[in-house]
C-alpha cells in the first residue's frame, strides 16, 4: 500500500524555472513532512521539512506548501539551477513511529 | 558533529553467496538505526529499523537479517543472496526519543550498491 503518493516521476525544466514537485497522502496520522534531495550516488539528505499546523515554509529558493484539508503537500523551487538536478523524495512520519515513509521519487533535470 | 559511515561502497556478489554490510554512527549516542534499500528508478523501502542494542524490527519480510551488536553498530546480511536483492541499501540514523520538530530528521549514509550476478 503506498501512503504517499509523488507526481511527476520526472520534471524537466529550463534554467530559472520553478519546478513543482506533488505529493499526496491518506493517513491523517502523519505529522511530519520532509523533503529530502538526492543526487546520483548519494544518500538523501534532508532539504526542508513541514509540519501540518504550518500552511508554507521556506528556506532559500525551496518552499513548501501545504493543504491539510486536501491532505496534499508541494515542493516549489525558485529561480532553479543546473546544480538543482537531482532526484527529490517527499516522505511522511507516523505520529509516534521514527521511521519515515517515503514517495516513489522525482527526478529533476534543469537545463542550463 | 555526528557522522555515519558505510562500507562498502560497492559490492558485486553471485546467486547464493552470503552479504554483510555494515554501518557504524560516530558523535552521537543510543540512536535510532535504520535499513533502507532504493531498486533502480525507484523509492525508498524501509527493510529494518532498530532503537537499541538487540532490537530489529523487520518491516519487510525477505531472506535478508539485520542485527545491532552494539549501540553505534548496523549490519545487514543475507546467508544466500538473490538476483531481487540487487539495490542500493542506505544507512541511517535519528536521535532516539525525540519529538521535536529537529528530532524527526532521518540522515542517511553515502549508501552501499550491491549488484546480485
Not at chain 1, 31 to 53: E, N, T, V
Request: charged content about 15%; aromatic content about 12%.
Amino acid at each position: 500500500q503506498q501512503q504517499v503518493k509523488q507526481s511527476p516521476q520526472s520534471l524537466i525544466v529550463q534554467k530559472g524555472g520553478i519546478p513543482i514537485i506533488n505529493c499526496a497522502y491518506e493517513n491523517t496520522a502523519f505529522d511530519y513532512f520532509p523533503w529530502y534531495q538526492q543526487f546520483p550516488g548519494k544518500g538523501p539528505a534532508l532539504l526542508i521539512a513541514i509540519r501540518p499546523d504550518v500552511s508554507e515554509k521556506k528556506e532559500g529558493r525551496f518552499t513548501i506548501s501545504f493543504n491539510k484539508s486536501a491532505k496534499q503537500f508541494s515542493l516549489h523551487i525558485m529561480d532553479s539551477q543546473p546544480g538543482d538536478s537531482a532526484t527529490y523524495f517527499c516522505a511522511a512520519r507516523w505520529a509516534g513511529r521514527r521511521q519515515l515513509t517515503f514517495g516513489s521519487g522525482t527526478q529533476l533535470t534543469v537545463l542550463p | 558533529s555526528q557522522t555515519i559511515h558505510q562500507w562498502p561502497a560497492t559490492l558485486v556478489q553471485p546467486v547464493g553467496s552470503p552479504l554483510s554490510l555494515e554501518c557504524t554512527v560516530e558523535g552521537t549516542s543510543n540512536p535510532n538505526l535504520y535499513w533502507y534499500r532504493q531498486a533502480a528508478g525507484r523509492g525508498l523501502q524501509l527493510l529494518f529499523y532498530s532503537v537499541g542494542i538487540g532490537q530489529i524490527s523487520s518491516e519487510v519480510p525477505q531472506n535478508l537479517s539485520a542485527s545491532r551488536p552494539q549501540d553505534r553498530q548496523f549490519i545487514l546480511s543475507s546467508k544466500k543472496l538473490l538476483l531481487s536483492d540487487s539495490g542500493f541499501y542506505l544507512c541511517a540514523w535519528s536521535v532516539l526519543g525525540r519529538q521535536t520538530y529537529s528530532g524527526n530528521t532521518i540522515y542517511f549514509g553515502e549508501g552501499s550498491w550491491l549488484t546480485v550476478v
